[in-house]
């Protein structure tokens, strides 16, 4: 089973220890992914299935979710990373792979796919890879967070 948006959304936010008002741009993001409150027509409510929640537009919305919240860009939301006791906050291509681990084991208590890993890398390499050619800083370790809350072993119930 596939979480649905809300709790996809709920526990994204219980397992950063992010803080929210649960405001309009909250909800904005839930009903963006398919499951606005209170919007269901069947008495029943939104359906419990997969086939429901999995398509490339829904998938895409919950990794834009995922970046969002990890780097503190939905108004009413707020999240310190330091707080889940990780010290790297600027990550390099030294310490990304061990950054990758300690919040790939803190998130997702180490179950994570061969694929899933390579994908999370190969973005981490590449995001360093532009940031040195143009002489920027280090990318921030956010948006690996961002990354393994939107991979499909997060998605699942």
């Given at each position: 089973k596939i979480k649905t948006p809300l709790e996809m959304t709920v526990s994204a936010v219980r397992a950063i220890g992010a803080e929210t008002n649960g405001g309009p741009a909250f909800h904005r993001w839930i009903a963006q992914m398919g499951e606005g409150l209170f919007m269901a027509q069947?008495?029943?409510?939104?359906?419990?299935?997969a086939d429901h929640w999995v398509n490339t537009g829904a998938l895409l919305e919950r990794m834009n979710f995922a970046l969002a919240l990890s780097g503190n860009r939905i108004p009413g939301a707020r999240v310190d990373l330091s707080r889940l006791g990780i010290e790297e906050?600027?990550?390099?291509?030294?310490?990304?792979?061990?950054?990758?681990d300690k919040y790939v084991t803190l998130l997702l208590r180490g179950q994570i796919s061969a694929q899933t890993r390579a994908t999370i890398d190969k973005s981490i390499n590449d995001q360093l890879l532009a940031k040195t050619d143009t002489g920027a800083p280090a990318i921030d370790s956010a948006r690996i967070v961002g990354l393994i809350l939107g991979s499909p072993e997060f998605q699942r119930q």
């Open positions: 069947p008495p029943t409510g939104y359906p419990d299935t906050r600027a990550v390099n291509s030294a310490n990304a792979s061990q950054v990758v």
